[in-house]
């Protein structure tokens, strides 16, 4: 066998210490990150600290219950939540309730999730075990790409088209949300039911494509079933009915709008990485399985799920982290009022978004300057508690698979 001549000793010093020095470059990036971040933490935790411990003129001491127990203000007759710190003249002291700002930024973050974990599982198990691979070279890389859309652009289209679009089509708003989900149920049933040969025809790794006009055909369904649901169930007027009956009371831009908008930019989140778990688990274990009798369903819900689950459960909880800190998508189309309620028709305001329009305006040092670097605190606290929590689950995950693949 000939072996190749070894390069001259001053050209194999200059690569060496060019990789020596891209790996310097390389490790103090990374370093350089990590110090970043917990600069970031330590710079917001020492601007919070005086507003517990000391007090001046510009910044009174706050007690932890101002912030978090409701509190007796004037023109109320028992004690309420209020975020209210900018207060008109005369109108009395600022209310500096934290709760109401923690309650929406819980509840936009749920309404995401709501919306966003079925459909993102649904397409990463579907296209991890029933997509052709041609089709999937396709459509991962466009859900991926989604991902990269601005927050501002999904805000702009939900505050300003999606939000004024169901407040005039409500009860079709309504119809498509019971409609969608049974025209999948049918048309799975209705495929189960056909021959061998139309079977063929319509492959299930290809449901992708050939489900789209019957979805279509459900839609227009729906357009014309809402006028007569709504005027035979609620005497003409949903949303009368919804004020009158369950004290309801509807708002342009809402908890629904808020979940459906940041639903729709945590999906690619969620699915690239509950796709990477299912995908990545040994194709023995799903061969084996296949080998035993069982059907491709009972394989996902037996043997990939139960084994994808750490990485599954990791993906959730990063896109509940990206929910819990977007800030344009709430702050356009929550409508920003501080309310407390558990109606999903009812706007909110998270703490992402007061920070965003208040920071700007408060007194640097003042108490709602603290105040706004303390939600943003406790913004920083959780989202790095839970990717770094997601990041160890998805390592343990990769250890796991390497074990079942034999490889040490």
Not at 13 to 29: E, N, P, S, Y
Not at 62 to 74: A, C, D, G, R
Not at 157 to 180: E, I, K, N, R, S
Request: hydrophobic share 55%; glycine share 10%; charged share 15%.
């Amino acid at each position: 066998m000939q072996h190749m001549p070894s390069p001259p000793p001053l050209r194999r010093h200059f690569r060496q210490t060019r990789d020596r020095l891209a790996t310097a470059l390389i490790t103090a990036g990374g370093i350089g990150v990590i110090a970043a971040v917990m600069a970031i933490g330590v710079f917001l935790a020492v601007e919070v600290v005086p507003l517990f411990w000391s007090s001046s003129g510009d910044a009174p001491r706050i007690n932890m219950e101002t912030l978090w127990l409701p509190q007796t203000y004037e023109g109320h007759q028992t004690p309420v939540h209020r975020w209210q710190p900018a207060m008109a003249e005369g109108g009395g002291e600022p209310r500096f309730g934290m709760l109401p700002l923690v309650w929406g930024t819980l509840e936009a973050a749920i309404w995401a999730l709501v919306i966003a974990v079925p459909l993102a599982l649904g397409a990463a198990a579907h296209s991890a075990l029933f997509m052709s691979r041609r089709l999937r070279a396709r459509i991962r890389p466009t859900l991926e790409l989604m991902e990269a859309m601005p927050g501002v652009v999904i805000g702009f289209v939900a505050g300003l088209v999606l939000a004024p679009w169901l407040d005039v089509h409500l009860a079709q708003g309504m119809t498509l949300l019971f409609m969608l989900p049974l025209g999948l149920l049918l048309a799975g049933g209705l495929w189960a039911q056909l021959g061998a040969g139309l079977r063929r025809r319509l492959p299930m790794g290809w449901a992708a494509l050939w489900l789209l006009p019957w979805l279509l055909l459900f839609w227009f369904l729906s357009s014309w079933l809402a006028p007569l649901l709504e005027a035979w169930w609620f005497g003409g007027d949903l949303r009368t009915w919804l004020e009158v009956s369950l004290g309801l009371d509807y708002t342009n831009r809402n908890a629904i709008i808020v979940g459906m908008a940041m639903g729709f930019a945590v999906v690619p989140s969620i699915y690239a990485l509950a796709e990477d778990a299912l995908s990545g688990v040994p194709k023995s274990l799903v061969e084996g399985a296949e080998a035993l009798g069982a059907t491709r369903w009972q394989t996902l819900w037996k043997v990939v799920l139960p084994a994808a689950g750490p990485g599954v459960l990791s993906a959730v909880m990063i896109g509940a982290g990206r929910a819990v800190g977007e800030t344009m998508i709430v702050l356009m189309a929550s409508g920003n009022t501080a309310l407390m309620t558990a109606s999903p028709l009812d706007g909110l305001r998270s703490m992402a978004a007061s920070i965003a329009i208040e920071l700007p305006e408060a007194a640097p040092g003042g108490t709602h300057y603290r105040l706004l670097l303390l939600a943003a605190l406790l913004l920083f606290v959780f989202t790095f508690c839970v990717n770094t929590l997601a990041e160890v689950v998805r390592a343990r995950l990769r250890r796991r698979y390497r074990r079942m693949e034999g490889v040490s």
